[in-house]
Every structure is written in C-alpha cells, then in structure tokens.
C-alpha cells in the first residue's frame, strides 16, 4: 500500500520543488521509502534542487525514445530510502503531452512500489497538470500568503473540480451538453453551484451523479503556505480557505505553513537540498510538522 501526493500550485515559483526535495528527505529520514516525480515537463528542476546531474534516462527519454519499463528510471539520491525520477530537461517539447502519453505516465506511477510517491507538478490549470493532480484525490496545493497566489490557487482548484466532473461525463452525452452550459455562467455570482449540477446530471443518470458526488467528497487538497513571514498573515490564508468552501463546496485543510528562511538562496547557489546544510532550524521544524500532518490526515492508499 503506497501513498501518492501531487504538489501543485496555481501560480509559478511558489515553492513547489522546493517542498518537494526537502518533504522527501524529511519522509526518507523518518525511515519511509519515497520516490519524488518530476513532472514539471517543460520546467523540469528537481533534480538540480536535489543537486544531481540530468545525465541519467528520465521522463524524457520514457516519452520520446519509447523506454520500455518506467521503474528503470529510477535513480539514487544520495540519501538512504530516497529515489528520484528527473524530467523531460533533455528533451524539448514534452510539455505537450499527447493524451495516450499521458495516460501511460499516469498507470506507470501507480505501479511503482514505496511508501510515499511525491509528484512535483508544473503550476498552471493545463490539462496535464490538473490530470497529473488528479492521480489522487488526496493532494497538496502549494501558494504564499500573496493575493495573486491565492486567486491563482483557488481558481486552480475550481478547473481541477470541473474537470474532475468534466472526465466522469460520457463524451457527446446529454450531460456533457448541461456541464458545457453550466461552466459558461459564473459559480461566484452564487446562482449557481456544484451540488445543483449534480442533482440535474442525476435526472440524467442517478449513478452517474452518484459517481460524481462520490469523487467530490473524496477529492480532499490540502494547502501549503510557503513563504510565511508571522502569524498575521493567517487573515490571508484564511481568504482561501473560505472562498473555496463559499463558492466550490470544498473545506481545504492547511496542511502546513511554512516560513521564508533567507538561506534558501545559498542552498539554491550550491545545489544542496537545504535540510541537508542546515540542522534543527525552523524550516527543519516545519518539515518535520508536515511529515506527522500527512501521517495523520492522508488517508487514500494505492495498492
Ligand atoms: N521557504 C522558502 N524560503 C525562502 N525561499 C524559498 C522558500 N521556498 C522556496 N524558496 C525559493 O523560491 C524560489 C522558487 O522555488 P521553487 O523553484 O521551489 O518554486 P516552484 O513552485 O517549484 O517554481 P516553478 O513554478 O517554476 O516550478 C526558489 O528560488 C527557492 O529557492
Ligand atoms: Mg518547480
């Protein structure tokens, strides 16, 4: 039984690969086998965090040279229990993944074997990006305490819901021709709503709703506040967290808040994952919070 978290965020440069190479180690040293995915096609850099050289086959090679076995991808990172899959950095142009690609990508991750598998996904609500979060309904949406940031989370999370019913409709059906209609007025002006889009697909298909409002309480993303400065930000935080219960129905749960720690730029210089230069700081201590979060709250396991 594995965990799969996707890192996602609405807008670039928030911190995600950050979180994502500094999460692992925390998880690695606390004795969990973890295997971090670069998905971020196009932008790749999670290697270049964890300070190893792009010369091994990565996502790359899987998508444009056909490797056959996703698993041979895997490589060291120099800490116990710790595995890296690199990008596409190599390869231009896999950032426009073809569909059947992308399905591939998708079933081969969740044949890998670890405790925890950690996504690490481009920012934006592209296809593939909000396909890439969906791989499980337990996820992580990273933002700072800025207002552009937290517009951008939240309307990255309405397009994931959308397209978390958009998927579940069959294609040329009566109900895809509703979704279509119902996506064209806005949610915010509260006239309308995601449980009345269900209620009217089940005069459609009562199972099919049932489908869909089955996915929906199970779709749980949690929020990371990067970059915190003090606790006043938290009335910033706070927005988030109401907008999208107001207007999507979703209750996100912060998953952890996370302070600016001014060091980050040497270990961004030298190419040395922060914990592994710095011991018992703060950015350590909020880590380690969020190791024992997502061992309490994570819940969804795959096989
Ligand atoms: N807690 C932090 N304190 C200070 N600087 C940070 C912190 N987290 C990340 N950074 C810095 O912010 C910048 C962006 O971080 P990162 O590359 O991880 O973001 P990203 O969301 O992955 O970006 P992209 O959208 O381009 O993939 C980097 O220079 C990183 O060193
Ligand atoms: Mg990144």
Do not use: C
């Not at 600016?260 to 592994?276: A, D, F, G, T």
């Amino acid at each position: 039984m594995k965990q799969i978290i996707p890192v996602a965020s609405g807008k670039g440069g928030v911190g995600k690969t950050t979180t994502v190479a500094n999460l692992g180690i925390s998880l690695a040293r606390k004795g969990k086998t973890v295997i971090m995915i670069d998905l971020d096609l196009g932008e790749s850099n999670l290697h270049t965090v964890m300070g190893i050289k792009n010369i091994k086959p990565g996502l790359g090679h899987f998508i444009n040279k056909r490797e056959d076995s996703f698993e041979s991808l895997i490589q060291e990172t120099g800490f116990e229990r710790l595995y890296l899959i690199t990008g596409d950095s190599l390869f231009p142009g896999a950032a426009n993944l073809p569909y059947f690609q992308k399905k591939k990508i998708i079933k081969s991750i969740r044949e890998l074997t670890a405790d925890y598998i950690l996504l690490d996904i481009g920012s934006g609500s592209s296809y593939n990006v909000i396909d890439f979060f969906l791989i499980s309904p337990e996820n992580i949406i990273v933002t700072i305490p800025e207002t552009t940031a937290l517009l951008n989370a939240y309307s990255f999370l309405k397009n994931a819901l959308y397209r978390l019913i958009y998927l579940a409709l069959p294609p040329h059906s009566e109900e895809r021709d509703y979704f279509n209609e119902f996506s064209r007025e806005s949610i915010e002006k509260g006239e309308n709503n995601l449980s009345n889009l269900v209620k009217v697909i089940g005069s459609f298909s009562e199972e099919l709703s049932g489908r869909i409002s089955h996915s929906l309480t199970q779709f749980s993303p949690h929020v990371i506040f990067n970059m915190s400065l003090n606790d006043d930000e938290k009335f910033i935080t706070d927005k988030l967290i109401k907008i999208t219960d107001k207007n999507l129905g979703k209750k996100i749960r912060t998953a952890g808040q996370i302070p600016w720690v001014n060091e980050m730029r040497r270990s961004s210089i030298i190419m040395k994952p922060y914990l592994q230069l710095y011991e018992n700081s703060v950015y350590e201590n909020a880590m380690n919070h969020l190791v024992s979060y997502i061992e309490e709250n994570f819940k969804f396991r795959f096989n």
